[in-house]
């Protein structure tokens, strides 16, 4: 009766929906060496199994074997369980062919999300599948959120290295990362973990409960799964090294700098500098070198820094380190989750080669994260008479009011301990339906066709803003009538402005803080169709004693779209502690047809094997500038003898613009920048050269080098998305072997060298407008370069400035199709497990399984402006942004005897350095940085071990236990190179020595 029961309630729960949900390609599990958790590719001719047909990922083509043209590396459902991962990132970020992009440290940059990133080209540059299709996106950026898929139904991951866009489309430039869930359940699996740091903090732990049935004399299959996590907040004053924010260095006492009069920086000197403390904070402007200090301060006459006296009124020069404001505390080191996460799929045969399938799935993620109150600084109108002041600070200040009217203008900075830390809900839900049929058409012919619809909306909640304008009224007193002090304008005080007291520590009333404090909304709503229909199987036979041509052919049709919905505080930019932005809607669709070839020659002849295969895609985009597309691919595979395959793929791909690209909200802004035609640039860039280039481009003789080219620090310009974009393009090549001796059995070896490069980048207009002058002027120098266009035209032809506001033209600094990527290295696999011909349980035989995959980085080379090639960064071996270690790998070595095993996994993460030692230039020369001015140039390679062990207590229960990060490898405290927490959380361990345990029931 329970299994009746059981049968019809998946039944009904599934096929509700069953005609409106959509299909995968056939995708069998692709098997991996026992107990190793990670393998190379394995090809099964003459191994004692029968894997019947399958479709490997990269192709659409069932095959008979593994062996792929391109680079393939497989990860087992084993691999999550030995490494304690409750995030699917915890398992990927760990192998050499993937850099961290955001992850469960990201809490400043960060989004609540997880991303991937494959060679580190970027998480919309690598295309994340599941069961071979396409996933749900989460932003504008249309880029998959990891915690979305559910890890503990992941029975393996396959990772595609290089272009893939003939087979799946946009986006597949650095591979293709496809997660294949567990299909045709029949049973219940129950199961749990618990992860704590040797601390005894960041405690994690999920819930895991999947039920599948047979129904109909086995016609028809269906399940249901769910999930729970929830992962426990560290701070990162929980660890020494990320206790003080780390900098580039102190200001002293007593080494004065001649030209501020105060305290110089002396950079890495005296090392890495650190915060040590208070309360209140700011950057004030008359000194840039100096640091955030504990105090409000304001900037004097003569344009130092100054700070105030903790009990209010008085002002000292900004001098004693000990000043520097510790946001540590505030930020979060491990962010907390909680999520939620049901699933279903079915199947049913309705008649001999017609069979519905349907996949269903709804996540709800939420990810807060925490910042350090608060700093503001910026100029405004302060009253002389205020009592907030003494008789010290009205005497600083009184020079600054030269139409004697009692009031200055000046710069003012502030941190808002008083409101509290920034905190952000950033809560997140998706759904996702998928529906379809496939079936035989013939006995080497089949079908499948699928439409696939998901939906994702994100919230965030922001608490601890500041209303600019705010906090400008209530600086702004005057007196009353019956002489109280109140916020001279009148539109503010009927909006319920108080006056603030900022000019000490802990001064402020709290209705003036309230007042100045807002909170702030952001959604973003995304949004993919997916409609797939393809035909494949095989076509002739060559006769030369090889397999039959193999063949798909198939049509797709895709829609994205996403708005970015900001409320009024953020679109308008009158809000400091988080990012403002601009609303962003948009959508495009794309028709596609797609075709691919696998023509076996030879097999067993007077070679064992030769092989080749194709692939085409032509995709006609809504977009003008992107239209029709093609991409395509070409490879071989030889195999002079049954021990050693040779194979070759080259990959032409694309990347389409994405509607962050394209629609991202356009504003007109205000940075600072320095045109080098004025006298606000570095004097040794007034030469004779810049000086004709400005004469060319419209500045008049008499104006270069003076300040009516550029009459204020600011210049106003254009940002935001480009509809006119084209795509990226790149082209991939792989050629390695694969080894299989047949007098080491079960030995198997992959070396591929991977070259991938990618043209007409998408990125923000030369990184900004203050680079696009520089670039141009004192490095291009040649008004014809692109990059030089910016700003042809533009300026006003009476002072030669740029910007509307001083009478000329605005630049658009958009989007645009301007830097170029390239990455090179070898990847290499081993893989072997041994008998050992004994059992200490004398329960069957042991056996040792041996897992090794390392990469090898030739080449990482990035450059900004691809008109201006000589300006090419180096990155390989360096870190800015991601380190890149020229090595890494991830190995494990397995001991399994009967019911038991134990494993030890150990990852090696090389070293790296400073990227400025390699990347410093003057003009064109690449002049490098000597290593004894920087804080910490060289980072030493790491080693972390994990220790898994592994008990099946009967047939249907399992226990797992281990220990990741064995002997507590603590990261280097960086300087200003770091990402968050002093160092690279998504690279380097943060969490020290920590423990889990866990348990599945199987029946």
Not at 182 to 204: C, H, S
Not at 286 to 303: E, H, K
Not at 874 to 898: M, V
Not at 933 to 951: I, K, M, R, W
Request: aromatic fraction near 10%; glycine fraction near 12%; charge should be negative.
């Amino acid at each position: 009766m329970r299994s009746n029961f059981r049968q019809h309630l998946l039944t009904t729960a599934v096929l509700v929906g069953a005609t409106v949900a959509a299909p995968a390609f056939a995708q069998e599990a692709v098997p991996s060496i026992q107990g190793a958790g990670v393998s190379a590719e394995v090809d099964p001719r003459g191994a004692d199994q029968d894997t019947g047909t399958i479709v490997v990922t990269g192709s659409r083509i069932q095959r008979p074997d593994l062996t792929s043209t391109s680079p393939l590396t497989v990860v087992s459902s084993e691999e999550f369980q030995l490494s304690g991962a409750t995030n699917v990132e915890q398992v990927l970020n760990t192998l050499p062919q993937v850099l961290p992009g955001v992850t469960g440290f990201s809490n400043n940059p960060g989004n609540g999300a997880v991303t991937l990133n494959l060679r580190n080209l970027g998480a919309t540059r690598t295309l994340v599948l599941v069961n071979g299709r396409r996933w749900m996106f989460y932003d504008t950026n249309q880029i998959v959120d990891l915690n979305t898929i559910p890890q503990f139904m992941v029975e393996g991951v396959d990772v595609v290295t290089g272009g893939a866009s003939a087979v799946y489309g946009s986006d597949a430039i650095a591979g293709v990362v496809n997660f294949r869930l567990r299909q045709d359940l029949n049973g219940i699996i129950m199961g749990g973990q618990y992860n704590i740091t040797e601390r005894g903090d960041g405690a994690r732990y999920n819930i895991d409960f999947a039920m599948g049935s047979d129904f109909a004399d086995g016609r028809g299959n269906v399940a249901l799964f769910a999930n729970y996590t929830q992962r426990k907040p560290i701070f990162q004053n929980q660890r020494d090294f990320s206790r003080f924010a780390a900098g580039d260095g102190c200001i002293r006492p007593g080494t004065t700098n001649p030209d501020t009069g105060i305290g110089q920086n002396l950079g890495g000197a005296l090392g890495t500098c650190v915060s040590r403390g208070g309360e209140l904070g700011l950057i004030p402007q008359g000194s840039a070198s100096t640091p955030i200090a504990s105090l409000p301060s304001v900037t004097s006459p003569s344009g130092l820094g100054y700070i105030f006296n903790p009990t209010g009124g008085g002002v000292t020069p900004f001098l004693d380190p000990d000043n520097l404001y510790n946001f540590a505390p505030d930020n979060y080191l491990q962010l907390p989750q909680e999520r939620y996460l049901i699933g279903a799929y079915g199947n049913y045969e309705v008649t001999e080669g017609v069979e519905l399938f349907t996949e269903l799935s709804f996540v709800n993620n939420s990810v807060p994260q925490e910042l350090a109150p608060t700093p503001i600084g910026q100029s405004v109108n302060l009253q002389l008479a205020s009592p907030f002041f003494n008789d010290q600070t009205r005497a600083l200040l009184a020079p600054l009011d030269t139409n004697n009217d009692g009031y200055v203008t000046t710069n003012v900075g502030f941190r808002f301990n008083q409101s509290g830390p920034r905190n952000v809900d950033a809560n997140r839900t998706a759904f996702r339906i998928l529906g379809g049929v496939r079936g035989d058409i013939a006995p080497k012919l089949q079908y499948e066709a699928y439409y696939s619809y998901a939906r994702t909306r994100n919230s965030q909640f922001q608490q601890g803003n500041i209303a600019r304008s705010r906090f400008g009224f209530a600086l702004n007193t005057s007196f009353d009538a019956a002489g109280n002090l109140q916020c001279a304008d009148a539109g503010a005080r009927a909006a319920g402005c108080v006056p603030l007291n900022i000019f000490g520590l802990g001064l402020a009333d709290q209705d003036a803080i309230d007042y100045v404090t807002i909170n702030s909304n952001n959604t973003e709503i995304s949004e993919l169709q997916n409609a797939v229909a393809v035909v494949s199987g095989s076509l002739f036979n060559l006769g030369l004693g090889a397999g039959d041509v193999g063949f798909a052919l198939g049509g797709e049709y895709r829609r994205m779209s996403s708005q970015y919905i900001p409320d009024t505080f953020l679109a308008s930019g009158d809000v400091a502690g988080f990012n403002a932005g601009q609303p962003t809607s948009g959508s495009y669709d794309v028709k596609e047809i797609f075709g691919e070839l696998r023509v076996p020659i030879i097999e067993d002849g007077f070679i064992d094997l030769l092989e080749l295969n194709g692939a085409a895609r032509y995709s006609d985009y809504s977009l003008g500038n992107v239209g029709g597309v093609w991409t395509y691919a070409g490879g071989v595979n030889i195999a002079p003898v049954p021990d050693i395959l040779f194979r070759g793929n080259y990959q032409r791909s694309v990347r389409a613009p994405n509607v962050q690209d394209l629609f991202g909200g356009n504003s007109t802004g205000f940075p600072a920048a320095q045109d080098p035609c004025s006298d606000r640039g570095p004097a040794n860039t007034r030469t004779d050269a810049v000086r004709a280039l400005c004469i060319a481009s419209g500045v008049p003789a008499a104006n270069v080098f003076t300040r009516a080219v550029q009459p204020n620090a600011q210049i106003q310009a254009n940002f935001g998305g480009n509809p006119n974009l084209s795509e990226e393009t790149s082209d991939t090549y792989t050629v390695g072997a694969v080894i299989r001796p047949s007098f080491i059995p079960r030995l198997n070896i992959t070396v591929d060298y991977f070259n991938i490069k990618v043209e007409d980048v998408i990125s923000t207009f030369a990184g900004g407008l203050n680079s696009a002058l520089s670039l141009c002027y004192t490095v291009a120098q040649d008004l014809s370069n692109p990059i030089c266009q910016a700003f042809t035209g533009l300026r006003n032809p009476a002072t030669g400035a740029l910007g509307e506001t001083s009478g000329g033209g605005n630049p658009n600094i958009l989007s645009a199709n301007i830097a170029d990527l390239e990455t090179s290295g070898i990847d290499v696999q081993v893989d072997y497990n041994m008998p050992l011909g004994f059992s200490l349980f004398g329960n069957g035989e042991s056996r040792v399984n041996f897992f090794y995959l390392g990469t090898y980085l030739d080449r990482y080379r990035s450059t900004a402006v691809a008109s201006i090639p000589e300006r090419v960064t180096i990155a390989e071996g360096s870190f800015s942004g991601n380190p890149l270690p020229q090595y890494r790998h991830t190995t494990r070595l397995t001991y399994s005897d009967g019911p038991a095993s134990l494993s030890l996994r150990w990852r090696y993460f090389g070293k790296v350095q400073d990227f400025r030692i390699e990347n410093t230039f003057s003009g064109l020369d690449r002049v490098g940085t000597d290593p004894a001015l920087l804080v910490n140039p060289f980072v030493s390679e790491v080693n972390y071990f994990d220790l898994t062990a592994n008990v099946d207590v009967s047939d249907n229960f399992t226990l797992t236990m281990g220990v990741n990060n064995l002997f507590d490898e603590k990261p280097e405290v960086l300087g200003s190179l770091q990402e968050q927490a002093n160092t690279y959380p998504g690279s380097y361990d943060v969490l020290g020595r920590d423990f889990f345990v866990g348990a599945r029931l199987q029946f």
